[in-house]
């Protein structure tokens, strides 16, 4: 699985949330390209074996990305030890569900610091790095959920819809620099994030059919997402690697028809208001 590489070779990518699922995929594809991975997770131990097979391609840090002087200490790291980051992956994550009066705020505290604060902190701790070399990519791994919603899924994608709404900002502010964003935004895919990485929030009996119903389903997709992870690191990477990217990259057909929908819904709703909109308009 080893390639040799030079500093000079290969591009080197920083990933969040490394240890399953996007993020495994992403330095899998990343090594098999002939790249360099700076991989974090909290359990880095459990991408030893690809550290073993890419020792040259390969660097683990144990990471928590919402303590900021972990996120600190782990960017200076990887350019310390390959001398740039050339594409950022915030990836770290994870699922929650609930209906928002059965989200105790610790949670929906916890789910915002996860997967926007620290997405955000280690974007901002890169962002220098990437300035002063004139280039760089950050990508977002954020969801279907970062443009569309559900019930019980409110937290999830309050999260999400923060970091596509900073991260579209943030393209525009950055571009100048030579730095490129790319938002992803997967559908269902075959990862822990429907197993063993799914906060389940306490059911309440008021919320039965519409709650109820959109967990019946999470239990029932585990393991039978038609997503692959693989094929979705594969697309990352190939975007990537063009010369023109888009800014947002949807992954999988679900996520290409619920957002296709969600935008018809928009702007359904503003064709519906949009004589009440003109008419708050001072009179000319």
């Known amino acids: 699985m080893s390639t040799h590489v030079t500093a000079t070779s290969s591009r080197v990518w920083f990933v969040t949330g490394s240890s399953s699922g996007f993020g495994r995929a992403l330095v899998e594809e990343a090594v098999s390209r002939g790249e360099r991975v700076f991989a974090t997770a909290r359990r880095p131990e459990m991408l030893a074996d690809l550290a073993a097979r890419a020792p040259e391609q390969v660097r683990l840090a144990a990471l928590d990305v919402t303590r900021p002087e972990q996120v600190r200490a782990a960017v200076a790291a990887a350019i310390a030890q390959f001398g740039q980051i050339d594409v950022?992956?915030?990836n770290a994550g994870f699922s929650t569900i609930g209906a928002v009066?059965?989200?105790?705020?610790?949670?929906?505290?916890?789910?915002?610091?996860?997967?926007f604060f620290a997405a955000v902190a280690t974007t901002r701790e890169v962002l220098p790095h990437m300035r002063a070399r004139g280039t760089g990519t950050i990508v977002q791994i954020t969801s279907v959920g970062g443009?569309?919603?559900?019930?019980?899924f409110g937290p999830y994608c309050a999260a999400k819809h923060a970091l596509e709404a900073l991260s579209e900002s943030l393209a525009a502010e950055v571009k100048p620099f030579g730095i490129r964003v790319l938002v992803v935004e997967p559908g269902a895919f075959r990862t822990s994030l429907f197993g063993p990485a799914f906060r389940t929030m306490p059911a309440m009996a008021a919320y039965a059919s519409t709650v109820?119903?959109?967990?019946?389903?999470?239990?029932?997709?585990?393991?039978?997402?038609?997503?692959?992870?693989?094929?979705?690191?594969?697309?990352?990477?190939?975007?990537?690697?063009?010369?023109?990217?888009?800014?947002?990259?949807p992954l999988g057909g679900d996520a290409v028809d619920n957002i296709r929908a969600k935008l018809a819904f928009v702007a359904a709703d503003v064709d519906r208001t949009e004589a009440i909109a003109r008419s708050t308009d001072f009179d000319a």
């Open 88 to 90: 950022l992956v915030n």
């Open 101 to 115: 009066e059965e989200t105790p705020e610790a949670e929906l505290r916890a789910t915002m610091e996860l997967m």
């Open 147 to 152: 443009l569309t919603t559900s019930p019980g």
């Open 212 to 249: 109820g119903a959109i967990r019946a389903w999470a239990a029932d997709m585990n393991a039978r997402q038609a997503g692959d992870p693989a094929k979705a690191a594969r697309a990352i990477a190939e975007v990537v690697s063009g010369a023109e990217m888009p800014l947002r990259l």
